[in-house]
């Protein structure tokens, strides 16, 4: 009786590693997207500049 407290003490480490490192992993998802989002934007940022940039050169 006493090995099956270790066998439930192990499993019970092992599901809590697993879902901790599953919400890293979440958590790390979400911070590279808000990244990916906020690169886009100042490329297209950039990207408008730039063009007005180079239609007032035409212009002038």
Not at 4 to 29: D, G, S
Request: hydrophobic fraction near 50%; glycine fraction near 4%; aromatic fraction near 14%.
């Amino acid at each position: 009786m006493g090995n099956l407290v270790y066998l439930f003490a192990a499993y019970a480490v092992f599901w809590a590693v697993t879902f901790a490192f599953v919400f890293h992993i979440a958590q790390r998802q979400k911070s590279l997207q808000r990244e990916i989002e906020s690169l886009k934007r100042a490329l297209e940022t950039m990207r408008v500049s730039r063009l007005g940039h180079t239609s007032k050169q035409n212009g002038a």
